[in-house]
């Protein structure tokens, strides 16, 4: 060491050349670049400068180093005033006494934080809009805060505002971090590279769902208006600018502004172009994903690039608009289209993952508490704050997430999260897409020619029509859930015919041309308004299949003529799906699901009603035809077996094939051992033990106490990828 002033070791790896650097780690691994090293992230190794870095705007710091854990000597080296020709090299990992630390500049990082600095905000702070409350309920602590005179009552959102928005930010920092923020925007963006094939999607689902929440109008126009932005910044041949991630960020974490002059040709406008957000994008990913699992014929025509590739697409629309749901949680205030987008990712989300994976039911919850957060529950709050279409659009989401809980509860027989003892939400008006954003004028003359419950009178098969129906069956299906774990005492027997007798009321009052009858499919309709027809009247009448499971005695199921007729009425209804076939659409997703929540659970009945009768030799009632229902278990067994192998229905080792496979098989046994019994053989209830317990918990009704020769009935079953076109 020359001198007396020792010098301080200096942290340099500038000295060396990058481009003649070791691209391979010790272990063989590529080497990673110091910001994604030092951050723990995935590096794609992009030579000289990764994707990551330059999408993260970062590409000056971007260098592969050859040795990133050890030192440079250079400073010592230059001090020593070693040859010009010397090379340096890295410092051994070891404590040497010659080395003095640089205590002024290392006390600086343990010095305490001065009142300037404390002053300073957050770089990262959280807005104080995405922290806003919500709705606040009559016994919210604002509702008791005294009012002063001088106070003017707030009206529907803006009275959950507590921050009374003097502070912008808020003093502590987002569970995720910006650099997290930004690549989960980008790549978000990245996915609409695919937006012709997305518009393409979103208009043959507009064009062919029954039951869409948003008016069509609405919907395609907000697709078709991220066309100019998307030409503008390249995203169909680029990745996405920082600039347009920053914006559409920005856009988000403020509250959207829907006034009661808002028009519904203008609406569009508040949550694209300039003002894109990413609610809006999340609701068009999940719609266009939903559209591409029923594989379209005309899309695959004009997209037949795809045809090999379906699943990667909606693995990836599925993923981005999970992170729209994800991103938004933390930085968006809740708002309509929040709710739009948060139902549609359900509805994948079930689609992919089956109502049983855990996916769906955390959705469901989501979906549930931002209805809540922004008092959909409650329309007396904004009636008179809010446009008709908005208002409607209110009714038909609400109504919607209503339907899906109950349908979801059943399924797995937990509680529901919606209910209807706190909501007043009046059903959404029978009128049409088109007549609820047209003129005014012409509306008002539309709702005056409705009856006096609110339905079309001129006959037309409308979607708010089906999301009524639903509704009204799903009330009912709301208190049988309540009397599920009950004991059956008169009481409850007394509560359970008095909601039996209700069914039978409410389907009187709908009017005729939605009741289901066989012949509808040979009438004039369209091929989607004759599915509608069998799921709203499937939905309605298994309430009445639930309560008559609740009332059976289990040591009489032979003789119970109003269970029996239910069940074979349920699952004649659910097989004449089986034989009807149309072009547009893949109408093996609807048959499954229509199988899975009805077909099953009343073909279940049956066999064991042929059990118990061969068995007893007890004859059913009169109007119960034993070969009838011979007959129509046979046919049900031909459609799950066939439904086992189909690419819609299942391949081997997914959910709805091992369901299909193993309920196929267990009905084959029933059936074979009542057409041939073997003398020999063991009896076909202790060989089978398909004895239901009817009253045991409510989940996956029909399925209690059945046993799959070939395992649990439930062993490696997704029950995945349930269709709901229909739902």
């Given at each position: 060491?020359?001198?007396?002033?020792?010098?301080?070791?200096?942290?340099?790896?500038?000295?060396?050349?990058?481009?003649?650097?070791?691209?391979?780690?010790?272990?063989g691994?590529?080497?990673?670049?110091?910001?994604?090293?030092?951050?723990?992230t995935?590096?794609?190794?992009t030579y000289?400068?990764?994707?990551r870095?330059?999408q993260r705007?970062i590409?000056?710091?971007?260098?592969?180093?050859?040795?990133?854990?050890?030192?440079s000597?250079?400073g010592?080296?230059?001090?020593?005033q070693?040859?010009?020709s010397?090379?340096?090299?890295?410092?051994?990992?070891?404590?040497?006494?010659?080395?003095?630390?640089?205590l002024?500049?290392?006390?600086?990082?343990?010095?305490?934080?001065?009142?300037?600095?404390?002053?300073?905000?957050?770089?990262?702070?959280v807005?104080?809009?995405?922290?806003?409350p919500?709705y606040?309920?009559p016994?919210?602590?604002?509702?008791?805060?005294?009012?002063?005179?001088?106070?003017?009552?707030?009206?529907?959102?803006d009275?959950?505002?507590?921050?009374?928005?003097?502070?912008?930010?808020?003093?502590?920092?987002?569970?995720?971090?910006?650099?997290?923020?930004?690549?989960?925007?980008?790549?978000?963006?990245?996915?609409?590279?695919?937006?012709?094939?997305?518009?393409?999607?979103?208009r043959l689902?507009?064009e062919?769902?029954?039951?869409?929440?948003?008016?069509?109008?609405?919907?395609?126009?907000?697709?078709?208006?991220?066309?100019?932005?998307?030409?503008?910044?390249?995203?169909e041949?680029?990745m996405?600018?920082?600039?347009?991630?920053?914006?559409?960020?920005g856009n988000?974490?403020?509250?959207?502004?829907?006034?009661?002059?808002?028009?519904?040709?203008?609406?569009?406008?508040?949550?694209?172009?300039?003002?894109?957000?990413?609610?809006?994008?999340?609701?068009?990913?999940?719609?266009a994903?939903?559209?591409?699992?029923?594989?379209?014929?005309s899309?695959?025509?004009?997209?037949?690039q795809?045809f090999?590739?379906?699943?990667?697409?909606?693995?990836?629309?599925?993923?981005?608009s999970?992170?729209?749901?994800?991103l938004?949680s933390?930085?968006?205030?809740?708002?309509d289209?929040?709710?739009?987008?948060?139902?549609e990712?359900?509805?994948?989300?079930s689609?992919?993952?089956?109502?049983?994976?855990?996916?769906?039911?955390?959705?469901?919850?989501?979906?549930?508490?931002?209805?809540?957060?922004?008092?959909?529950?409650?329309?007396?709050?904004?009636?008179?704050?809010?446009?008709?279409?908005?208002l409607?659009?209110?009714?038909?989401?609400?109504h919607?997430a209503?339907?899906?809980?109950?349908?979801?509860?059943?399924f797995?027989?937990?509680?529901?999260?919606l209910?209807?003892?706190?909501?007043?939400?009046?059903?959404p008006?029978d009128?049409?897409d088109?007549?609820?954003?047209g003129?005014?004028?012409?509306?008002?003359?539309?709702?005056?020619?409705?009856?006096?419950?609110?339905?079309d009178t001129?006959?037309r098969?409308l979607?708010a029509?089906?999301?009524?129906?639903?509704?009204i069956?799903?009330q009912y299906?709301e208190e049988i859930?309540?009397?599920?774990?009950?004991?059956?005492?008169?009481?409850?027997?007394r509560?359970?015919?008095?909601?039996?007798?209700?069914?039978h009321?409410s389907?009187?009052?709908?009017?005729?041309?939605?009741h289901?009858?066989?012949?509808?499919?040979?009438?004039?309709l369209?091929?989607?308004?004759?599915?509608?027809?069998?799921?709203?009247?499937?939905?309605?009448?298994?309430?009445e299949?639930m309560?008559?499971?609740?009332?059976?005695?289990?040591?009489?199921?032979?003789?119970?003529?109003?269970l029996l007729r239910?069940?074979?009425?349920?699952?004649?209804?659910?097989?004449?799906?089986?034989?009807?076939?149309?072009r547009?659409?893949?109408?093996?997703?609807?048959?499954?699901h229509?199988?899975?929540?009805?077909?099953?659970?009343?073909?279940?009945?049956l066999?064991?009603a042929?059990?118990?009768?061969?068995?007893?030799?007890?004859?059913f009632?009169?109007?119960?035809?034993?070969?009838?229902i011979?007959?129509?278990?046979?046919?049900?067994?031909?459609?799950?077996?066939?439904?086992?192998?189909?690419?819609?229905g299942g391949?081997?080792?997914?959910?709805?094939?091992?369901l299909?496979?193993k309920?196929?098989r267990?009905?084959?046994?029933?059936?074979?051992?009542?057409?041939?019994?073997?003398?020999?053989?063991?009896p076909?209830?202790?060989?089978?033990?398909?004895?239901l317990?009817f009253?045991?918990?409510?989940?996956?009704e029909?399925?209690?106490?059945?046993?799959?020769a070939?395992?649990?009935?439930?062993?490696?079953?997704d029950?995945g990828?349930?269709?709901?076109?229909?739902?």
């Amino acid at each position: 060491m020359t001198g007396d002033k020792p010098v301080p070791v200096v942290y340099s790896w500038t000295c060396f050349d990058t481009n003649t650097m070791n691209s391979n780690r010790r272990n063989g691994k590529p080497a990673s670049c110091e910001p994604c090293r030092l951050n723990k992230t995935r590096c794609d190794h992009t030579y000289p400068k990764c994707d990551r870095c330059r999408q993260r705007g970062i590409e000056e710091r971007c260098v592969y180093h050859p040795a990133p854990l050890t030192r440079s000597r250079e400073g010592i080296i230059s001090a020593q005033q070693t040859e010009p020709s010397s090379v340096p090299r890295p410092l051994k990992r070891k404590r040497t006494i010659n080395q003095t630390v640089d205590l002024e500049a290392l006390g600086e990082a343990f010095l305490p934080i001065s009142a300037s600095q404390e002053a300073d905000e957050f770089a990262d702070a959280v807005t104080a809009d995405a922290y806003r409350p919500g709705y606040l309920g009559p016994t919210s602590y604002a509702a008791n805060l005294p009012k002063d005179d001088e106070s003017v009552p707030p009206r529907g959102r803006d009275a959950s505002i507590s921050s009374q928005t003097s502070d912008p930010e808020l003093a502590h920092q987002y569970t995720v971090s910006k650099a997290m923020r930004i690549q989960m925007a980008t790549d978000i963006l990245k996915s609409l590279r695919y937006h012709t094939i997305i518009q393409d999607l979103v208009r043959l689902h507009c064009e062919a769902s029954q039951v869409g929440v948003i008016p069509m109008p609405l919907e395609f126009e907000a697709v078709k208006a991220l066309k100019p932005t998307i030409d503008e910044y390249r995203l169909e041949t680029s990745m996405p600018a920082p600039e347009l991630v920053s914006k559409v960020l920005g856009n988000t974490s403020r509250p959207l502004d829907i006034s009661l002059s808002t028009q519904p040709s203008e609406f569009y406008r508040t949550c694209t172009g300039n003002n894109l957000r990413f609610e809006m994008i999340g609701f068009i990913l999940a719609t266009a994903g939903r559209s591409l699992l029923f594989g379209p014929t005309s899309f695959f025509f004009k997209h037949p690039q795809f045809f090999d590739k379906k699943s990667q697409l909606v693995d990836e629309l599925l993923r981005s608009s999970t992170i729209c749901v994800l991103l938004c949680s933390v930085i968006s205030p809740v708002n309509d289209i929040m709710i739009w987008m948060f139902y549609e990712n359900l509805m994948l989300t079930s689609m992919m993952c089956g109502y049983s994976g855990p996916p769906t039911w955390r959705r469901l919850g989501e979906l549930s508490s931002q209805i809540y957060a922004l008092g959909l529950h409650k329309e007396s709050n904004a009636s008179s704050s809010l446009p008709l279409f908005i208002l409607e659009s209110r009714r038909k989401v609400f109504h919607s997430a209503f339907y899906q809980d109950k349908a979801i509860s059943t399924f797995l027989g937990r509680p529901v999260r919606l209910s209807k003892r706190h909501t007043d939400v009046r059903m959404p008006l029978d009128v049409s897409d088109e007549e609820l954003i047209g003129d005014p004028e012409a509306l008002d003359l539309v709702i005056q020619n409705l009856d006096p419950n609110g339905w079309d009178t001129k006959g037309r098969y409308l979607r708010a029509s089906w999301i009524r129906m639903r509704f009204i069956s799903v009330q009912y299906r709301e208190e049988i859930l309540d009397f599920a774990l009950a004991k059956l005492d008169q009481c409850v027997e007394r509560q359970l015919l008095d909601i039996s007798r209700r069914i039978h009321t409410s389907w009187d009052s709908i009017p005729r041309h939605l009741h289901y009858r066989s012949g509808c499919w040979s009438a004039n309709l369209s091929f989607s308004v004759g599915v509608m027809l069998v799921s709203v009247y499937l939905s309605h009448w298994y309430n009445e299949f639930m309560i008559q499971k609740l009332l059976l005695d289990p040591a009489a199921l032979a003789p119970n003529a109003a269970l029996l007729r239910v069940s074979m009425d349920l699952l004649s209804t659910c097989l004449t799906l089986g034989s009807v076939r149309d072009r547009t659409y893949d109408i093996q997703r609807d048959f499954i699901h229509t199988i899975l929540l009805y077909g099953i659970p009343s073909g279940s009945v049956l066999a064991t009603a042929l059990q118990e009768q061969h068995r007893t030799g007890q004859q059913f009632p009169v109007s119960i035809s034993r070969a009838e229902i011979i007959r129509m278990l046979s046919v049900l067994i031909s459609y799950l077996e066939a439904a086992a192998h189909l690419d819609a229905g299942g391949r081997s080792g997914d959910g709805n094939y091992n369901l299909c496979r193993k309920a196929a098989r267990t009905f084959t046994r029933v059936i074979d051992a009542i057409l041939d019994p073997k003398p020999a053989a063991t009896p076909p209830s202790a060989d089978l033990n398909l004895d239901l317990d009817f009253l045991s918990a409510p989940g996956l009704e029909g399925f209690e106490g059945m046993d799959f020769a070939a395992g649990g009935m439930y062993d490696g079953i997704d029950w995945g990828a349930i269709g709901q076109w229909t739902l």
